[in-house]
């Protein structure tokens, strides 16, 4: 693996946030899973609520792409992650402050975070060229399929272990706390960005 990866502040940059949006999203899907069990008992409307991300996925998949295409991918991963942190800032204090989640607050938030992590998604894919010469690129691959793996395994334990200790506001307050430093994080990428030429379908990629 090429070390001199680990010194590209940029890609540091990238894969934090990167890594901590999937460990948030993770931990939150889970413990809303099992909070779904526990307040109805049903394993239908269990079903439907994971069913909900289809919806999003169907309407956000092609906008992805064109931002992805068009658009600067880092400003849109920087956008991502502040509409996420605004997301789970706003359930957390409605949960906290108005009213505890219910049904029908919690098809609200599994259809905009999903909505959300479809809209960035090509760009969070895409982005890695931006950041890394051209020669790290198979090394960046390698991290971020690692790190993957790792977030799989983590985030279902540590989403379990704060919902049975502390309940579903302490995953709220974890995932709020992931996103928040996952936007900060982006604040290490470096700007730039990434034309696509339709004609000869090649990339180009122009710092700021």
Sequence with gaps: MNKSILKNKSFLGYWGSTTLMRLASNMLQFALAIFVLD????ALIFSTVLSAIIFPRIIGTPIAGYLADYKDCLRILKLGALGLTALMLSFFLIHTLITP???SLIYVLVICLELCETLISASEMKAVICIV???????ASKLSSLDDGIVEILSPVIAGFAYGLF???????ATLVSELVA???????LS???LYDPSIQLMKVIPD
Excluded: K, P
């Excluded at 010469?133 to 090394?139: K, L, R, Y």
């Design 39 to 42: 307040l109805t008992g049903s």
């Design 101 to 103: 989640l219910n049904i």
């Design 133 to 139: 010469d051209e020669n790290q690129i198979a090394a």
């Design 167 to 173: 309940g579903i506001q302490a995953v709220l307050l």
């Design 183 to 189: 936007f900060l994080l982006t604040f290490m990428h």
């Design 192 to 194: 730039c960005y990434r």
